[in-house]
């Protein structure tokens, strides 16, 4: 996936090559600042890429669940600027069964570098606030199993952010109607 052509873009939502599907949901925004941790400072990890990817508002991550093998929306590269940030346009995922809403991220050193997951220098994943997933789950249209999901979960029953998600957890502003920005500093 990450040599494919065209998978260096900001809007996810939309497929490359030859998929044809549109990811529909909650609009969001998401940004991201990359900071490399070596020494005493924190310095923005300037030309650092990042591969960002995410289920749809059904729970489904293209390339992999059925209904949606054919498709690689919802999945990007975007490369920092000098002062370490990129953003995505997205869509707010779905809350399926045993995961609490979520997005994975990987951080490469360069775009050159992000064509094999070999290359990467951290893997994790962005938590999204509980009043926000509550919010979408609860208002917006096509989010109705979110909404029966959520209710079975917590972030301390995830099994990725049972462990701790106090870095992870993303601030998000905005609303349903209006779509929304998140926003993570991730430390490298």
Not at 158 to 184: C, K, N, P, R
Request: net charge negative; glycine share 10%.
């Amino acid at each position: 996936m990450l040599s494919e052509s065209g998978i260096v873009r900001s809007d996810i939502t939309s497929p490359f090559g030859d998929a044809s599907g549109v990811a529909e949901g909650v609009p969001v925004t998401v940004k991201l600042k990359v900071y490399d941790l070596n020494g005493s400072d924190a310095t923005p990890l300037a030309g650092a890429a990042v591969y960002l990817w995410h289920c749809d508002r059904d729970g489904n991550y293209s390339m992999y669940s059925a209904d949606v093998a054919d498709e690689n929306y919802l999945r990007g590269v975007q490369v920092a600027g000098a002062d370490g940030t990129l953003e995505f346009t997205s869509i707010f995922p779905a809350c399926y069964s045993g995961r609490w809403q979520h997005m994975h991220f990987a951080v490469y050193p360069s775009v050159d570098d992000a064509t094999t997951y070999a290359n990467k220098l951290r893997t994790s994943q962005l938590a999204l606030p509980e009043d926000v997933c509550n919010d979408v789950c609860g208002t917006a249209s096509g989010y109705e199993q979110s909404a029966s999901n959520l209710a079975q979960i917590s972030l301390s029953s995830d099994g990725i952010f049972s462990d701790g998600y106090s870095l992870q957890m993303a601030s998000v502003t905005g609303s349903v109607d209006e779509g929304y920005t998140i926003s993570l500093n991730v430390p490298v």
